[in-house]
């Protein structure tokens, strides 16, 4: 082989492989990245649009779910509210025959949809009254939230036990009826 011939075919190789690696810069390195992320969206669509079809067929389900918490919120009024809390205390107490000792009512403004009846209640019982007076405001409909919970013993054999509690009930506004 002549020098020319090589020197021609040199330049040619390397003027292909230097037309390979900017076709690869440019081309498909770009391309196969755009691939890749449209593939990721398509699942990530798809993912979605089953999501949405899933709560679509609960719609029914989830729209009397809230109706029937709606219900169980406190009356926008706040003695109204407040007698009511007191009420169903009152007959948690009698059930479990546990003596109450003090309901310390707060009421605090969360946002513009609703705001929160807070109250402190001390309590004193033996372990059955106090597992079933818990168990009644838990098992209750009432829009109520135990907060905290202190339990400590009035005797040494802790036989006879002080319950402390914070509960929160929720007060719906009007702006805060509507499922959203």
Not at 89 to 95: L, Q
Request: proline letters at 3%.
């Amino acid at each position: 082989m002549q020098i020319k011939n090589r020197q021609q075919l040199l330049i040619m190789g390397a003027v292909a492989i230097v037309g390979l690696f900017a076709a690869d810069k440019i081309l498909f390195t770009p391309l196969g990245r755009l691939w890749s992320e449209r593939s990721a969206q398509i699942t990530k669509l798809r993912k979605d649009v089953t999501a949405g079809d899933q709560l679509v067929k609960r719609a029914p389900g989830l729209t009397n779910h809230w109706a029937e918490m709606k219900n169980n919120t406190l009356p926008a009024t706040p003695s109204v509210a407040e007698q009511k809390v007191f009420k169903a205390f009152e007959k948690w107490s009698h059930d479990s025959k546990i003596s109450l000792t003090s309901i310390t009512p707060q009421w605090k403004k969360d946002s513009d949809e609703y705001s929160t009846l807070q109250c402190r209640v001390e309590a004193a019982g033996d372990i059955r009254a106090v597992t079933q007076f818990l168990y009644d405001i838990e098992k209750d409909p009432m829009a109520l939230r135990l907060e905290n919970l202190e339990i400590s013993s009035r005797d040494n054999e802790g036989l006879q036990l002080a319950v402390g509690l914070q509960v929160s009930g929720l007060v719906l506004t009007s702006g805060g009826t509507q499922m959203r």
